[in-house]
């Protein structure tokens, strides 16, 4: 059933103008006063009461309800969104910054639940599990040959803290199956991917996202680099797309002096909200430089924009997303939940960042799309910047709004125009599976390789290289790599040294060439 656009204002003030959950008020239309109040209002509601009781085939009214408030939404803005309950938990937990599990990482490869790697110090890693093996059974549960989604995989393997599980697991290096128990623990999700000394006296901390542990854990990975000499810190903020903004808030309090504004925020009745940095900033006086590409939005452009605007560092690399929209959720009864925009928020010196959406959704997802077409993302240049929006920083610095951070230093992509989607690939999980396939095929022959060993193993051969290319083109991507051939043995191998001897080299690998640091360095 299809809900005329005629009465979408209607709707939109049911539903959020109020705050109202909209199950509820369905399920109760003679109860609210709202409804009582406003006969417009309660059309909808009588609506779907009609077609639940008189129409005459059976109607999934959840379905209409779900398939109204994403209707609504649409007309908002590009941010505000419903999140149905099969989702939400996954959202919750990903945010929340840990769970109850066994701690392994793994994928389906050929029907089969494999193990890239368990978790450093979890509880499958100390139960004996290691990269390769294959879960067959969880407790007397077959998952192999069932094509079973992740959901139903993750409800098998999570559980409550300290209950015990029987794994039988196939170890293909050894050709045999091995029962073992596993107890169940609490495992985090790091927003924090590595914290480690570049060279000399450069820090390096790379945020995936900003989530409830990930002031904690930076402040941690800060204060360890400090401890070893860190007088100067590089944010890496590249592909992070945000999330709460207390805590860049919380980073950026970390970074600035006393009383200088990180951020302000504006309703919709002109009611600001300003946050200003405290006493407690253990890193006030060092040089700090973010990276941000096209991929950097939200609370990261927060982040940017108070360093930025502040004039306390230096922003490297290509023009952030463009999302100044503070959203809320709102939580519905059946789990359900509605991200819905509150506010905008502004950078210190006043401009919002947000880029226009006044062409709809797809358009303004798709913005991203023009600045591959008109050459931004290999020339300064060539963005296009308003100086209707132009401010100032108290050191008189032009910095601009309307469409994300312009950083301070500028940095291509790191491939040649026209073959853009082979940097995306390279941050895929494509790459991880690969190099587990490849791996699997022959485990044995890295045994015993110190790193050095294994970088000059990786260096001195094209022979996964090739096998990439080869691999890429079997899954039905018509993708030649060409001139990109150094950036792809790069990732490859940074991959390799993940899977077989931790997160820390694989950015060992990666940050040696990569173009923003080797930029941060030159500029310090």
Known sequence: MKIDNKYLPIIISVALGLGVVLGGLLNAPNQSPFFAKNNSKNKL??????????????????SIVNLTVDNILAKLDPHSVYIPPSEQAEVVESMKGDFVGIGVNFYMYNDSV?????????????????????????????????????DSLFSKLKGTVGSEIELTVYRKS???????????????????????????????????????TTYGEFKRGLDALKKQGAKSLIIDLRDNGGGYMEEAIA???????????????KNKKGNI???????????????????????????????AGAIQDNDRGTIVGRRSFGKG????????????????TIARYYTPTGRSIQKPYSKGNEAYFKESDTRFVNGELYEKDSIKVSNALKFKTKKGKIVYGGGGIVPDVFVPLEVEHGNESTAYLLQSGVVGHFVFEQLDKNRNAFNGLTFQQFLTKMNETDRYFDSFQKYIFEN???????????????????????????EKYYYEIVLKEDAMIKAVLKNQ
Do not use: C, H
């Open 45 to 62: 509601n009588k609506l779907i009461d009609f077609i639940d009781n008189e129409y005459v085939d059976n109607v999934n009214t959840d």
């Open 114 to 150: 494999a193990i890239i790697k368990p978790v450093e110090n979890g509880p499958s890693a100390k139960a004996g599990i290691k990269a390769g093996d294959r879960i067959l059974y969880a407790d007397k549960t077959k998952l192999f040959g069932r094509k079973l989604p992740n």
């Open 174 to 212: 050894e050709r045999k199956k091995i029962k073992l128990k596993v107890k169940r623990d609490v495992i985090p999700l790091k927003s924090v991917d590595i914290s480690m000394l570049l060279k000399n006296d450069t820090g390096y901390i790379k945020i995936n996202r900003f989530a409830e």
């Open 251 to 265: 980073i950026a309090d970390e970074l600035l002096k006393d009383k200088q504004l990180i951020v302000f925020t």
């Open 273 to 303: 909200d300003k946050t200003f940095a405290t006493e407690r900033g253990s890193f006030e006086s060092g040089n700090v430089f973010v990276l941000i590409n096209e991929n950097s939005a939200s609370a990261s452009e927060i982040l």
């Open 325 to 340: 929209l503070v959203q809320r959720e709102m939580d519905f009864d059946d789990g359900s939940a509605v991200r819905l």
């Open 476 to 502: 039905g991507l018509d993708l030649k790599f060409g001139k990109s051939k150094s950036l792809v043995k790069r990732y490859v191998a940074a991959e390799f040294a993940r899977q077989l001897y931790g």
